[in-house]
């Protein structure tokens, strides 16, 4: 069974359109990020958060906003869609944030048109 | 920013031969470093690992090195099989005021039958 929890799976959206994306993990971790992939770049840092708390944004869009809801929630809302904007969006955690394994989730498949 | 450079970016080999995946850091107080491993359609999953006070690690036909003089770390997969054809990711975990995982850019591994 994934302990990382994300959906949806995969996800067409109009551009301009907005839409979340959840991630759960169960893995009792306490730091989670957001990974993006795509043809352009491999894969690409987006967000960490380390007990709810943002340590590092990478993403130069404000159309990108991390929710913590819970500590073991971390969903990403994406506003204003891009056909740019498709790519996988994988979601991690790990026990804390000092370099410890990064375990992924399934990833969202996003494609935007 | 601090960079993780990855070498080569696309490798074939025979299978039963050897592959080897070569990255450089820039960080000498980084002190982890994973390798990532990412099959088509799948996410990434860790498959080996190695601290600072290490410089060697082997877990079955993978071996990691760590030249950390040099800021050099390396994969080799003996007695490749077509199963290891993926992505492979290399990261090192970059200490400091913004402590976090800085990754390659990926390497595609194609084993030949």
């Known amino acids: 069974d994934p302990k990382i929890i994300q959906k949806p799976k995969y996800l067409v959206a109009v551009t301009g359109s907005e839409k979340i994306l959840i991630c759960e993990q169960y893995?009792?971790?306490?730091?989670m990020y957001w990974y993006r992939q795509s043809a352009k770049k491999p894969l690409e840092f987006m967000f960490s958060?380390?007990?709810?708390?943002?340590?590092d944004n990478q993403t130069a869009s404000s159309r990108f906003q991390p929710q913590s809801s819970k500590k073991n929630h971390l969903d990403l809302q994406i506003t204003a869609l891009k056909p740019d904007d498709s790519a996988t969006y994988f979601c991690?955690?790990?026990?804390?944030?000092?370099?410890?394994?990064?375990?992924f989730g399934e990833g969202s498949r996003l494609i935007v048109v | 920013g601090e960079q993780v450079e990855q070498l080569p970016s696309i490798l074939r080999v025979q299978e039963g031969s050897s592959a080897s995946i070569n990255c450089s850091y820039e960080?000498?107080?980084?002190?982890?470093f994973p390798w990532y491993k990412q099959e088509p359609g799948e996410n990434p999953k860790l498959i080996i690992d190695i601290r600072s006070n290490m410089e060697r690690k082997q877990i079955q036909e993978l071996i990691v090195l760590l030249d950390k003089k040099a800021k050099r770390f390396s994969l080799h997969i003996t007695d490749t099989q077509p199963g290891d054809s993926a992505m492979y990711f290399c990261a090192a975990y970059n200490v400091g005021d913004n402590s976090k995982l800085i990754w390659g850019l990926g390497t595609s591994l194609v084993v030949n039958p």
């Open positions: 960080d000498s107080a980084s002190n982890y």
């Open positions: 958060y380390s007990y709810q708390k943002l340590m």
């Open positions: 991690a955690s790990s026990l804390d944030s000092s370099g410890n394994t990064l375990y």
């Open positions: 893995l009792g971790h306490n730091a």
